[in-house]
């Protein structure tokens, strides 16, 4: 169950402030308050989604669409595109996620090693 409250339902009611990278119809994004590179921006979706699993399951075809199109938006608007990034999603309990909101973490500005 989708927990209203979590901090970025409060971010996207405009209850808490954040710095806003950009916002479309589908998508919301910010700068994380704690980067863990030169640049580190999250992009959520503006639906109730806690997770990765929920989004594909529950989204309809015109929000998955939306959503990764603003992805692209705010990839390009960050600036990061042509020397490349890292996109992160952490997905339940065992994957460390810690906000129950679907969450792209982007970063970049900066080589990084591999994980993998």
């Not at 390009?76 to 129950?100: A, M, T, Y």
């Amino acid at each position: 169950m989708y927990d209203k409250n979590n901090i970025f339902a409060k971010i996207l009611r405009g209850e808490l402030s954040c710095r806003k990278v950009y916002e479309d119809k589908f998508v919301f994004s910010f700068y994380d308050i704690n980067p863990k590179a030169k640049i580190h921006a999250l992009v959520i979706p503006r639906g109730e989604y806690k997770d990765l699993v929920s989004f594909i399951t529950k989204a309809s075809i015109e929000e998955i669409i939306g959503f990764f199109n603003g992805l692209n938006k705010v990839i390009e608007k960050l600036g990061i595109s042509d020397d490349g990034f890292r996109c992160i999603i952490n997905n339940g309990h065992n994957g460390s996620q810690e906000v129950p909101h679907l969450h792209f973490h982007i970063l970049g500005g900066e080589k990084f090693g591999r994980i993998v």
